[in-house]
């Protein structure tokens, strides 16, 4: 689908002033057939914050019939940010139909110059000298005579618990039924919204499955995309999008579909890569190697034979996700997990950024394949794997995982187990049935739970298997 809009500059690269400000001129051609109201958009990449860059006349702009018109970011970095590049890019978005009619612009790269010294101050100190020699003698005797210990100052509050992991579970009204960190939730629109943290997540990784926090089905299946929040940086922006009967036909952000969001932050393992396999930000040792179209291997610096990863497709920075599905393969190396992004229903593409969380704790992972334990267990399409300790309270995500050589097909959920210490996950084709190949198509699944979970058990997950009738 061609672009509503496009939006091009001369200079990919602001240079800014010594006091950190600059601007860039940007120009803005109307290909939407219609005259339109649009609204502009910074969006952050890596390490920039969106708030740096402004418009000169404000968010909105009216674009007559293939029209076009000049605009000038202003960008003003704070003093405090550290010297270096820092990428970001304006979107454009039409206020009638933001999610059929929007584009993309160029990145820019903003070049952050050393802040300039500042300038010399009177030496006050002279004065502080001559004003001391009067005090000192007051200051004696108060000294002498005041009686009495030194009152104790109150201790500065404890510093938060550091969290590897945070995560939600909203329901199919959009509400949050179990979070950490007590987590809000607001719609923004249809399918859309921004679950938000009491603390800045804007340096993380999000995933995120379809799932029922009630029951061990989905009826309407739909996949979750996301991206850094749009309402502060202490958001997390998700969309679930439903499915047409016979992708790709039909795609757009509905309501009415559960998810499981885990955020992965830099304490953790995780990382967030671009179109094309460039990695937008990462915990330490993590890097990325394309391996063909669609295809890359994460590699963490270290063996994680022994672990299991999730993927989700998600915008590097604060924009909006394009639609599509991570796929979990093995990786070429043991100190790597292979991931494959495609359209739903297509062949793999480089056009799809994506998120990567690692999880490597004893008894809070599981993958399955072709009937058989891999790190967990499968059985092809509905299966419930059993931990060592009650996740009632956890969240769960899922992501479909295949052999290293499978055409990717089909998609997971993570789903309430039938125990307190139990997760249901349900692999479905896009004909939205579970006649999938065990062989071609099975799932990993991670745990993010509350700090004060206790495991009663260190064996890893278990298989329950259950014989019972599948719901219509």
Avoid at 114 to 126: D, G, M, R, V
Avoid at 196 to 201: A, E, W, Y
Wanted: glycine letters at 10%.
């Amino acid at each position: 689908m061609p672009s509503a809009f496009v939006v091009t500059t001369a200079s990919n690269t602001v240079t800014l002033d010594v006091a950190r400000k600059g601007t860039v001129s940007l120009t803005i051609s109307n290909t939407t057939g219609r005259p339109v109201r649009v609204r502009l958009k910074s969006v952050a990449l890596g390490q920039a914050k969106p708030e740096w860059v402004t418009f000169d006349g404000g968010d909105f702009r009216d674009l007559s019939l293939g029209g076009s018109l000049q605009v000038t970011a202003v960008v003003a970095v704070p003093l405090d940010v550290a010297p270096g590049a820092y990428p970001v890019r304006v979107d454009v978005v039409a206020e009638d139909q933001p999610m059929e009619d929007f584009a993309q612009g160029p990145e820019l790269t903003i070049q952050v110059p050393a802040a300039a010294p500042p300038p010399k101050k009177f030496p006050w100190w002279i004065l502080a000298v001559v004003l001391a020699v009067l005090v000192l003698g007051s200051g004696i005797v108060f000294v002498l005579t005041r009686g009495g210990d030194d009152e104790d100052l109150p201790d500065p509050p404890p510093s938060p618990p550091g969290l590897t992991t945070l995560h939600a579970s909203v329901d199919i009204a959009g509400k949050i039924v179990k979070s950490t960190a007590k987590a809000q939730i607001e719609r923004l629109e249809a399918g859309t919204f921004e679950v938000t943290f009491p603390m800045n997540v804007s340096g993380c990784a999000y995933v995120a499955s379809i799932g029922s926090t009630k029951d061990p089905f989905v009826f309407a299946p739909a996949l979750a995309v996301t991206a850094a929040g749009h309402r502060s940086p202490n958001g997390v922006f998700v969309q679930t999008h439903a499915l047409g009967n016979v992708p790709p036909n039909s795609f757009g952000p509905k309501d009415g579909h559960p998810f499981h969001l885990i955020v992965s932050c830099p304490s953790s393992s995780f990382a967030v890569v671009r179109p094309g396999g460039q990695l937008a930000r990462g915990s330490a040792g993590t890097s990325v190697t394309p391996l063909g179209s669609g295809r890359y291997k994460v590699g963490f610096g270290r063996d994680i034979s022994a672990c299991a990863a999730v993927a989700t497709i998600g915008d590097v920075g604060n924009g909006t996700a394009p639609v599509g599905e991570a796929f979990v393969q093995d990786g070429p190396t043991s100190d790597s997990v292979a991931i494959v992004t495609e359209q739903v229903g297509n062949t793999p593409t480089d056009s799809l950024p994506f998120h990567v969380a690692l999880e490597c704790t004893r008894d809070r992972f599981a993958v399955f394949l072709n009937n058989a334990i891999v790190r967990g267990a499968s059985d092809g399409g509905t299966q419930e794997a059993l931990f060592g300790s009650d996740v009632s309270g956890c969240t769960a995500v899922a992501a479909p995982f295949t052999p290293q050589q499978a055409r990717p097909t089909g998609f997971a959920t993570s789903n309430k187990g039938k125990r307190d210490s139990s997760v249901r996950v349900e692999l479905k084709n896009f004909g939205y049935g579970t006649g999938i190949d065990p062989a071609q198509l099975g799932f990993t699944l991670i745990l993010s739970c509350p700090p004060r979970s206790k495991a009663v058990d260190a064996t890893g997950p278990k298989l329950q298997d259950r014989e019972q009738p599948r719901k219509p």
